[in-house]
């Protein structure tokens, strides 16, 4: 089975550019996370959906950040326009109703951006 | 709230030695804990879980844990370390009732061969 997939892997930018991160979920999981890894700050919860509908943006950092879930195959992190303090991995997961109430979250690879 | 303390940013023991993670947690109410492993650049991969039951939980790759709610701990263990146990660990807790996990800093793993 394909687990989450997220692009691009790695992503070089300028500051001030416009960056997207893209999350294919696992089909049939109606929960999505957007994560942020830092080596200063570990791992943060940028935003939930459950069924396509944003639950918990509280994570976001700033206006410059915002995310979307178009549909339950998809969904994309945008941050713009984009500043070097923006340079982390960014992880997508999710999970089905079940297994999100008992926490069993499955990660994509990771999207390392690098913002110039 | 909740929290996640991870006490040991590294662990380094001998290949065939026992390994343990250390973790403590605060929760308001009744706690699910979990335990993640994060290979050099890949994701997060669930290695076991605590929802109720039994405090000694087993999971993959030969590692379990133990809940111990007088101390507020979930310690991970393995008997017999491997080389290839070599990773970022982190523990995790969530409130019942709450969909957020809270992740640890992390510990990172090192076993020499």
């Known amino acids: 089975d394909a687990g989450v997939i997220q692009s691009p892997r790695h992503e070089v930018t300028e500051m001030g550019q416009e960056v997207t991160l893209r999350c294919k979920p696992i089909?049939?999981?109606?929960?999505l996370f957007w994560y942020r890894q830092t080596m200063m700050r570990g791992l943060e919860l940028l935003i939930y959906f459950n069924n396509n509908v944003p639950i918990d943006d509280s994570g976001m950092p700033e206006d410059r950040f915002s995310a979307k879930m178009p549909n339950a195959s998809f969904s994309t992190l945008k941050i713009q326009p984009s500043e070097p303090r923006d340079s982390a991995v960014y992880f997508c997961a999710s999970s089905s109703t079940g297994q999100a109430n008992t926490g069993e979250l499955f990660f994509g690879e990771g999207s390392r951006l690098t913002v110039l | 709230a909740q929290s996640v303390a991870q006490p040991e940013d590294q662990v380094n023991v001998a290949e065939g030695n026992p390994l343990t993670v250390k973790c403590t947690y605060s929760v308001s109410g009744n706690p699910y804990l979990f335990w993640y492993v994060q290979y050099p650049n890949r994701g997060l991969q669930f290695l076991l879980k605590?929802?109720?039951?039994?405090?000694l939980v087993k999971g993959s790759y030969g590692f379990e844990a133990e809940f111990n709610k007088s101390q507020t701990s979930f310690h991970l263990k393995k008997p017999s370390a491997l080389v290839s146990d070599s990773a970022l660990y982190f523990c995790?807790?969530?409130?019942?009732?709450?969909?957020?996990?809270?992740f640890g800093a992390g510990t990172t793993v090192t076993v020499r061969a």
């Open positions: 089909s049939g999981h109606n929960s």
């Open positions: 995790a807790v969530r409130d019942i009732g709450d969909y957020k996990l809270s």
């Open positions: 605590y929802i109720t039951g039994d405090n």
